[in-house]
């Protein structure tokens, strides 16, 4: 299943990093501490944040993460979204929590 | 054989710009076509320790030498050293201060996770001189 496909299907907003919406799924990671998430998160996962800075772009960058939704509609601040549109890094938003979401993705990819 | 130098400056006390030269080493290594492996620990180790070096050194300088056989990197900061190395390798220990915390860092994992994504990691470090961190990743390792 893809970026945008998943999206779809559990209503989530786009924000930024529209280029990277075609990409395949393979997974999901819960996480804020951003060393920690760094160190774990793989690639293809749907990385599940309420970190919404630069950083976290570097980061879902560096771990070749598919996609990043920020939970609880956590804000996602100015240069991060442009990283992520030059990245093409999708960042999505949605008002349910990790745990939540989780449990949909997990549902959605079988 | 050295098949790539390259140098950056690591930018101090800005956040925005860290993560700069590991993503470009990172792009790089993938154009060569490196193994993916070895690109994903060079670039969390070299992305931790640019976060270190603008935490707690304000910047410094990156040099990277990629050859087949491995990738070696220098960070080089002048910053105030690191007082106990002994106590900074340990996983949850941090000296970050809180504003550093909730940007999602300081948790007591920059040096834990370097050593752990590295093949060899030397630390050369004198307090009110600066750190040098030498890391060293092979493919296949």
């Given at each position: 299943m893809t970026v945008q496909e998943l999206a779809g299907r559990l209503g989530w907003e786009l924000l930024a990093g529209e280029g990277g919406c075609g990409?395949?799924?393979?997974g999901c990671?819960?996480?804020?501490?951003?060393?920690?998430?760094?160190?774990?998160?793989?690639?293809?996962?749907?990385?599940?944040?309420?970190?919404?800075?630069?950083?976290?772009?570097?980061?879902?960058?560096?771990?070749?993460s598919a996609c990043i939704v920020l939970t609880e509609s956590a804000a996602l601040d100015?240069?991060?979204?442009?990283?992520?549109?030059q990245q093409e890094i999708p960042v999505y938003t949605t008002g349910k929590n990790s745990y939540e979401t989780a449990l949909a993705v997990a549902e959605a990819l079988g | 054989?050295?098949?790539?130098?390259?140098k950056y400056e690591v930018p101090g006390d800005d956040f925005t710009r860290a993560g700069e030269a590991s993503s470009d080493v990172k792009h790089k290594l993938k154009q060569l076509g490196?193994?993916?492996?070895?690109?994903?620990?060079?670039?969390?180790?070299?992305?931790?320790?640019?976060?270190?070096?603008?935490?707690h050194a304000g910047g410094g300088e990156a040099y990277v030498e990629i050859s087949p056989e491995e990738v070696e990197i220098h960070l080089v900061d002048h910053g105030p050293?690191?007082?106990?190395?002994?106590?900074?390798?340990?996983?949850?220990?941090?000296?970050a201060p809180d504003n550093v915390r909730s940007l999602g860092f300081g948790a007591g994992m920059g040096l834990p996770n370097i050593k752990k994504y590295t093949d060899?990691?030397?630390?050369?470090?004198?307090?009110?001189?600066?750190?040098t961190l030498i890391m060293k990743v092979r493919p296949g390792a």
């Open positions: 990409r395949e799924v393979d990671y819960v996480g804020d501490l951003l060393s920690w998430v760094m160190s774990r998160a793989q690639a293809g996962n749907v990385w599940l944040t309420v970190m919404g800075n630069i950083n976290a772009i570097a980061v879902a960058s560096l771990t070749d100015a240069e991060a979204r442009a990283r992520a549109d | 054989m050295s098949m790539l130098s390259l490196y193994d993916p492996g070895a690109v994903r620990r060079v670039a969390i180790a070299m992305y931790e320790g640019e976060i270190n070096m603008v935490i050293g690191i007082p106990d190395v002994e106590k900074a390798m340990q996983a949850g220990y941090s000296t060899d990691l030397q630390i050369e470090t004198e307090v009110g001189k600066g750190t």
